[in-house]
């Protein structure tokens, strides 16, 4: 049936399907085929585009995979020292309180050595949007084990799996900041099928939505697959993760609003 489609069919506004954000520039993004990256830079990109606030909003991004990113949105970006993208991201907010700010952070930046930053921005309730990119590994140096790495998981410091009586147990900063009496919105979501990838949209946009309230810290988690570090195809890293990850990283709301 396909080769009796006119392409003038195929191009109608009303059958467009997907459209690139304008947010995103044309630059090919340097993640690994199947990594959750380019997605989750999607749907924020789209969100800042339907929300109309390309122009006030202000990025913040560390050492990391995300480190690029500032090649990817067509934004105010800045670059932080590694862990230290919360405390840029309270220097920008407080010295342009009208801006919407927000961080992107890997797991081995926010849990690792910027687990201090993360948790006193939250606890001061800092006015700002902070985005956790949760794969359990350290995707960009070579794959080696992560605070978020799960117990027996294999990396390449830990290739017998994660030992917890020898390094410790999996970190859940999520849960941790959700006690926080700074946060105000903290969710854990995933872009790995397309409902998922709708419900971190939606998240992003609330978060958004709330700094404008100036109550707290949003602080959105997303479990990510990395294909690469995990050694997996991404079909099969997306399996890995439904089967090991979300058990330990369930997803969903930690903290809403009362008042919203």
Same mark, same amino acid.
């Given at each position: ?91 920008? /907010? ?69 030992? /917890? ?35 971190? /949209? ?52 930690? /903290? ?5």
């Amino acid at each position: 049936m396909a080769e009796n489609i006119s392409p003038k069919t195929i191009i109608k506004p009303e059958n467009l399907v997907h459209k690139r954000s304008s947010v995103l520039t044309d630059n090919t993004m340097h993640y690994c085929p199947g990594c959750g990256h380019g997605t989750a830079h999607n749907v924020l990109a789209e969100v800042i585009e339907e929300m109309d606030i390309q122009q006030d909003t202000i990025g913040v991004t560390p050492v990391g995979c995300s480190v690029l990113m500032y090649n990817y949105m067509n934004l105010d970006m800045q670059e932080a020292a590694h862990g230290r993208a919360p405390a840029l991201a309270t220097a920008i /907010k407080r010295l342009l309180p009208e801006k919407y700010v927000f961080t992107y952070q890997g797991d081995g930046d926010l849990a690792a050595i910027g687990t201090a930053e993360t948790i006193h921005s939250c606890n001061r309730g800092e006015n700002i949007l902070i985005i956790f990119i949760n794969n359990g590994i350290y995707g960009m140096t070579g794959g080696q084990m992560a605070p978020t790495t799960l117990e027996g998981m294999k990396s390449s410091t830990s290739p017998y799996g994660r030992d /917890k009586q020898m390094m410790g147990n999996p970190l859940k900063m999520t849960d941790i900041v959700a006690t926080l009496p700074g946060t105000y919105y903290v969710t854990r979501q995933s872009v790995h099928k397309p409902a998922n990838v709708r419900k971190t /949209k939606k998240a992003i946009r609330k978060a958004f939505e709330y700094q404008k309230l100036n109550k707290g810290t949003c602080f959105i988690e997303i479990v990510s697959n990395c294909p690469s570090g995990w050694k997996m195809t991404p079909v099969e890293s997306n399996k890995w993760m439904e089967e090991n990850m979300f058990p330990f990283y369930p997803l969903g709301d930690f /903290k809403v609003p009362e008042d919203k």
